[in-house]
């Protein structure tokens, strides 16, 4: 008695022998159609969106050094590997020649659709708190101002800025100091409360205007005053370190809590102030004092690298 299989391929497994008595639905013989083949990719979950089924793919075996088969995604797997943070895609390749053989292993390139070219900087620009990020743009001689961004993707080296920087904007790309904690980012100044004007600050008197409340972040620091803006209430500092949020010294404009504080302010004046942080990236002198005409340790100035437009895509 003769049985004929339903499809042509190669034997890859032969259980039947001479003699053996079998059951109906036992196997005798696996028949494998290797005309076709399936390579199985782990795809990192940070990149999975950019995968679409009836995609091309590239891939390439180390057994075939400079050859590359085409391929398509067949299936994105709706499950995810939560110890290698990995996505199973089902990629299909024609094998005419019979080349590929189940179990090798394969590099498989999945090409990013064309997009719109954006500003990206290197990813030691970004200052990632856990909650946002911050990238530091430079204003001038020892001027910095802090932006939150929304990154896009991202390669080893750079990183895309959908929103926050311009291109051409200078980043600070090295520093000697990080802001890792969003405690670092964002003073609690919620509870402000008025405790009346202060009058001119004169031989040590201290200034106020509004005091944190009770758990607030206040800062201190000194500097010398190298600019006072009327119309805009605000006032530009030379200041040494800030400990507190482990800042360098810098150049760097305050507006002023209230503008009974610029009574005594003048380019020159030395004074030790009070600050907080009154919405992200707003600092706010709230209290100062004048010092002895003394100069603080201006330090040196950060690293810096420009913005450039690009983008980066992603190799599996």
Request: glycine share 10%; aromatic share 6%.
């Amino acid at each position: 008695m003769s049985f004929r299989s339903p499809v042509a391929g190669v034997v890859s497994e032969k259980k039947a022998l001479q003699g053996m008595r079998f059951m109906p639905g036992e196997t005798l013989y696996q028949v494998t159609d290797l005309s076709s083949v399936w390579v199985i990719a782990d795809v990192f979950e940070q990149d999975i969106g950019h995968v679409r089924s009836g995609g091309k793919a590239t891939v390439t075996i180390n057994a075939y050094p400079g050859r590359r088969f085409a391929g398509v995604v067949a299936y994105v797997y709706p499950t995810l590997n939560a110890e290698t943070r990995t996505v199973p895609v089902r990629i299909e390749l024609a094998n005419p020649e019979l080349l590929l053989k189940p179990a090798m292993f394969a590099q498989v390139e999945l090409p990013l659709a064309a997009r719109v070219a954006v500003p990206s900087v290197p990813v030691s620009a970004v200052i990632d708190s856990g909650t946002r990020q911050i990238v530091l743009i430079r204003q001038g001689e020892g001027r910095f101002e802090p932006r939150e961004v929304r990154l896009g993707a991202r390669s080893d080296e750079y990183v895309e800025i959908l929103a926050g920087v311009r291109e051409g904007e200078q980043v600070v790309v090295a520093a000697n100091f990080l802001i890792d904690a969003e405690s670092n980012l964002r003073a609690a100044v919620s509870g402000l409360s008025a405790s009346g004007d202060g009058a001119a600050s004169q031989g040590g008197e201290r200034n106020e205007s509004m005091r944190p409340a009770a758990g607030a972040a206040a800062h201190r620091g000194e500097g010398t005053v190298t600019g006072v803006d009327v119309q805009a209430n605000t006032v530009t500092l030379r200041h040494g370190p800030i400990d507190s949020l482990k800042w360098p010294p810098m150049t760097m404009p305050f507006k002023l809590a209230n503008r009974s504080l610029l009574q005594g302010l003048q380019p020159g004046s030395m004074i030790g102030f009070e600050f907080v942080e009154r919405q992200p990236g707003e600092w706010v002198i709230t209290a100062y004092r004048a010092l002895p005409a003394a100069a603080p340790d201006t330090g040196a100035a950060a690293a810096a690298g420009n913005a450039h437009a690009g983008h980066s895509h992603a190799n599996h």
